[in-house]
């Protein structure tokens, strides 16, 4: 089927003139209809742009980038100039927002002539494990519909998983991209922090945020890797740090590289398949000629207090702009007034108003959380303690590195599990990031890839991680295993 | 998971009833969580305040678990891969988008290029 292509293949068709854009476009817009009603992956359409741009690359002829002519969705927190952008939350919902210029992501494949089909869900503001916090409602996942797709960027796999699109772009800040794609069996890429660019990219934790894409294959991962990646004016964090290119790289092979396990990743209370899985897969790199030795990370039982003291802090500063003055929702200060049947709003109540009905609940315990750790005599005790963790645990992945070439871990401690499992106990779901939020504390990489599936049939995914920069180690290694194994071919029933 | 949290839960009761070492358990009264709501320009019904003073309370008691943690004379970590001070030549730059555009996006009225919003008064 056309829709089920990977970017490498359908980029051969394309060139040779087998396909054309619009087709392999319209492929994915008949595969969005049939199957987006049930899954709930995709919150705004845009196909009638697409097609545009399809028919623009068609014309033009030249497919020499493995992008061009490529269609893509985003996550619905990267601003594409007049499309509608939400984060999937309430405060801008309803067009509330759309923005007047490109994130730097989607201006980056734009120009290479990638085709944006539209947005994908995801938790309220990126927060969430699960996708259960999004004012449009759960995305399923599409393995078995009673289940989430992961979260944040859980739309963003599953549309991958489900052959809505060929790849989509997501933000990861403590498992984002990795557990949605471990959930949903595809491959999902956290980049080293800085690596590509957050401008135009609606802001969760500064510190912590990263860009990345959710691929079929790691090859895939590799090939918008190198479109997205590399320094931005416009984004101060982005490091001064050369791009290398990442296919060139992928054939290399595991032979010699050190491997590292770490210990602290297969705890008790972890679901036994899934420690099985990837102590599978740690076999299947020994047999590659890799050489696989346990290691140790001590700070990691403090990951998670460390990133939910974080977190919150900086999202009560970022949350702090939607005002309902420069965006917001659109009730104005007359109609406000008629639903309070008294005095004009001040501004003060506006704000107010404004924040409390734009908000959902997930969002306003993070800002108020972060208020409290943030405040006059509470600071030293949570937020720069955190930070301070926050190094400790930098240290330990710096000091394994110095001994491995790469970790391999768990995504999740289980495989997805059933909409509303956690959705009244709020600690429950941040231990959902008990494996990936260190990632994103240390700014290192790390990708997610299918191992295995469970006895009821749920993918399950693994993580190899590489030092901060180290993108192409853990490609190569991830190409590696894709090529001597097969999760990654198996396709949900849908 | 839930049994390991369960499972250090009640080790933090039982250091709590048996021994010297003294571990707060930080609880939000419904007066704090009014008070940093308001600071946070949010308001609540009762009915949160009650269920965001209890979930608040066990989120802050999870992260409480940091304080075991000796980070005497360690360095903390605001920029993850070591960036500091970037800066750039003050020239004048195309903008990539116009002052127009900005407040198209605004949902209040626009008067003169500026937004007309509720009197702060």
Not at chain 1, 256 to 271: C, H, Q, S, T
Not at chain 1, 397 to 417: G, N, S, Y
Not at chain 2, 10 to 23: D, P, R
């Amino acid at each position: 089927m056309t829709f089920s292509l990977t970017i490498a293949q359908a980029h051969e068709r394309l060139k040779s003139k087998k396909l054309s854009a619009v087709d392999l476009t319209r492929a994915c817009i008949e595969r969005i209809e049939s199957v987006d009603k049930s899954l709930n992956a995709v919150v705004h359409r845009n196909f009638d742009r697409a097609l545009d741009e399809a028919k623009k690359a068609d014309k033009k002829g030249v497919f020499d980038h493995p992008l061009a002519g490529i269609p893509y969705l985003a996550k619905d927190v990267f601003c594409e100039e007049g499309v509608p952008t939400t984060a999937c939350s309430n405060m801008l919902r309803n067009k509330d927002f759309i923005p007047p210029f490109d994130s730097t992501t989607t201006k980056r494949l734009k120009e290479k002539s990638a085709v944006s089909l539209g947005k994908t869900n995801t938790d309220e503001f990126t927060m969430g494990a699960s996708t259960e916090t999004s004012c449009f409602g759960v995305t399923k996942n599409p393995w078995d519909h009673s289940r989430v797709a992961g979260g944040s960027s859980g739309g963003s796999a599953a549309a991958v998983a489900a052959d809505e699109c060929l790849f989509a772009i997501g933000t990861d800040t403590g498992g984002s991209i990795r557990q949605p794609a471990a959930f949903c069996g595809c491959v999902g890429l956290k980049v080293t922090y800085g690596r590509t660019s957050r401008y135009g990219v609606l802001s969760m934790a500064s510190s912590l945020d990263s860009i990345g894409a959710l691929t079929k294959t790691v090859e895939d991962a590799a090939i918008v890797l190198g479109t997205i990646a590399g320094k931005d004016p416009l984004d101060a964090t982005t490091g001064d740090v050369s791009v290398p290119d990442y296919t060139q790289i992928l054939q290399k092979g595991v032979k010699g590289m050190k491997i590292g396990l770490p210990k602290e990743y297969f705890v008790e209370g972890m679901d036994p398949q899934v420690e099985a899985f990837v102590r599978e897969a740690a076999k299947v790199f020994t047999a590659m000629g890799a050489k696989v030795v346990d290691v140790s990370l001590p700070h990691s039982p403090y990951a998670i207090a460390t990133y939910y003291v974080i977190v919150p802090s900086e999202v009560s500063s970022n949350m702090a702009r939607y005002d309902g003055i420069r965006y917001g929702h659109t009730e104005t200060n007359s109609t406000l007034s008629e639903v309070e049947g008294r005095h004009p709003l001040t501004l003060i109540e506006y704000y107010e108003h404004v924040r409390s009905s734009g908000f959902g609940d997930e969002v306003k315990r993070r800002i108020m959380i972060g208020t409290y750790a943030l405040s006059a005599g509470y600071y030293d005790a949570y937020y720069r303690q955190a930070q301070k963790v926050r190094t400790l645990i930098k240290n330990d992945f710096e000091e394994v590195f110095k001994k491995v070439d790469c970790l391999l871990t768990p995504v999740a401690p289980t495989p997805a599990f059933t909409i509303g499992a956690h959705t009244d106990d709020p600690v429950q779901m941040y231990l959902e990031d008990i494996f990936t939020a260190p990632i994103n504390l240390a700014g290192i990489p790390g990708l997610s890839l299918p191992c295995g599936f469970s006895k009821d049939n749920l993918p399950i995914g693994m993580q190899i991680l590489g030092p901060q920069w180290g993108e192409e180690a853990i490609l190569q290694a991830g190409n590696a295993y894709e090529k001597a194994t097969e999760w990654h071919t198996k396709k949900p029933a849908l | 998971m839930r049994l390991r949290l369960q499972t250090r839960h009640l080790l933090h009761f039982f250091a709590l009833g048996t021994s010297s070492v003294t571990i707060r358990i930080v609880s939000l009264t419904p007066n704090q969580v009014r008070h940093i709501a308001k600071l946070a320009r949010l308001t609540l019904s009762e009915k949160e305040v009650e269920k965001f003073s209890r979930e608040l309370t066990a989120i802050l008691d999870y992260v409480e678990k940091l304080k075991e943690v000796d980070t005497k004379n360690v360095e903390a970590t605001a920029q993850v891969t070591g960036l500091h001070n970037i800066t750039r030549t003050d020239a004048i730059a195309e903008r990539p988008v116009t002052t127009e555009a900005l407040l198209n996006v605004s949902p209040l009225p626009i008067v003169d290029q500026q937004i007309e919003t509720p009197s702060a008064l």
